[in-house]
């Protein structure tokens, strides 16, 4: 009883401050987080402890699946190098650049760890990004390419994360080694998620039934992270594989009564999931604070701080150096088809 009251004070919570964040203009994802935060430190709603795997499990699967689903592949083709050098290449040198800063700032801590905190912090919240161009009037280019970025960083992140803790664990790190697996579990995760795709297609061109196209949907959203997950694989890259393939046999699969009902339904589910997991990460905080002894709050912010501010130089430079490369590379007359530097601001 007290896990059910507990999850609908949160939900609940979480609808008034996204309701108070529409009216403030402000992006919900970190008016939800700051939200949180204060909700966690007042007790106004229990206490949640958060677990990650389950976190992950509940959470990623039907926004990753739904956010591939509408994304136009034209677009997400069109500009496959810059999403390539943001999602694979950016995410990679990030997380080396502030490992290596965070060695030299906390020497306690070891290059294992600070790897892993470099996997964390180095790929930009997709839904946050989102709520914030979806206010804008940019040029489609621009958001096609930071939304086609979201859906792969993640999974890059996960990967190098998944190999920096197991380094950690075990001790022991082989880069030639952390090679072979990362192109295995790429390639794997992607034919995997054709895959279960594919599955979804055929079964959604002999689904008549609204109620049971939708519950097949989710169904089909969270056996492929579940079964990609088992098999060591990136359940994030085959969710994503997955809805890219399926938006593509959709129009033919699905009927127009599931097309359209089915938009209002996954949209309204992602909404509320997008809420909880902000709040839920704003009240971590104060169970995180409460278990950290011999740190005062002043270093921990100088810390945060130096790390953040590594992030967001890094990408800066990135953005705007391949961009001008790009341009470069690409001659007089494709140069248009590559972000100029207002738009190469506006990505980093």
């Known amino acids: 009883m007290e896990i059910f009251e507990a999850t609908l004070a949160l939900l609940a919570a979480a609808l008034v401050l996204s309701a108070v964040a529409g009216r403030l203009a402000v992006p919900y994802p970190s008016f939800l987080v700051l939200g949180g935060l204060v909700l966690g430190f007042l007790r ?37 190098r810059t999403i390539a050098s943001l999602a694979v290449a950016l995410v990679a040198f990030s997380t080396w650049v502030v490992a290596q800063v965070a060695d030299w700032l906390i020497p306690e801590m070891p290059l294992g760890a600070a790897i892993v905190l470099g996997a ?69 995760s992607l034919a995997l998620g054709l895959l279960f795709g594919w599955v979804l297609a055929k079964l959604a061109e002999r689904i008549t039934d609204t109620l049971i196209g939708l ?38 699969a699905l009927t127009p009564d599931l097309r359209i009902g089915g938009a209002a339904v996954w949209r309204i589910v ?20 409460s278990e950290l002894r011999g740190y005062s709050i002043a270093t921990l912010a100088k810390d945060g701080a130096v790390i953040a501010g590594t992030v967001i130089a890094v990408r800066l430079v990135w953005v705007f ?14 140069r248009q088809s590559v972000a100029n530097l207002r738009e190469a601001a506006v990505v980093g």
């Open 44 to 80: 106004i709603v229990p206490g949640v402890s958060l677990d990650p795997a389950l976190a992950f499990a509940l959470f990623l699967p039907p926004i990753l699946f739904e956010a591939a689903y509408y994304t136009s592949w034209r677009d997400f083709r069109a500009n496959i």
């Open 120 to 188: 964390i912090v180095s790929p930009p919240d997709a839904a946050a990004a989102t709520a914030v161009l979806r206010r804008m009037h940019l040029p489609r280019r621009v958001i096609a390419i930071v939304e086609g970025e979201s859906l792969v960083n993640d999974a890059v992140a996960l990967v190098i994360y998944n190999f920096a803790v197991a380094a950690v664990v075990t001790g022991r790190f082989s880069r030639d080694e952390a090679a072979v697996a990362l192109g295995v579990t790429v390639v794997g």
């Open 215 to 252: 519950a097949t949907s989710f169904l089909a959203a969270f056996a492929d992270y579940l079964a990609a997950e088992r098999l060591d694989l990136s359940g994030v890259l085959a969710v994503v594989a997955e809805g890219l393939y399926f938006a593509r046999r959709a129009p033919s």
């Open 270 to 289: 992602i909404f509320v999931l997008n809420a909880l997991a902000f709040v839920l990460i704003g009240l971590q905080l104060p169970q995180i604070l």
């Open 321 to 334: 150096g391949i961009s001008q490369t790009l341009r470069l590379l690409a001659g007089p007359k494709r």
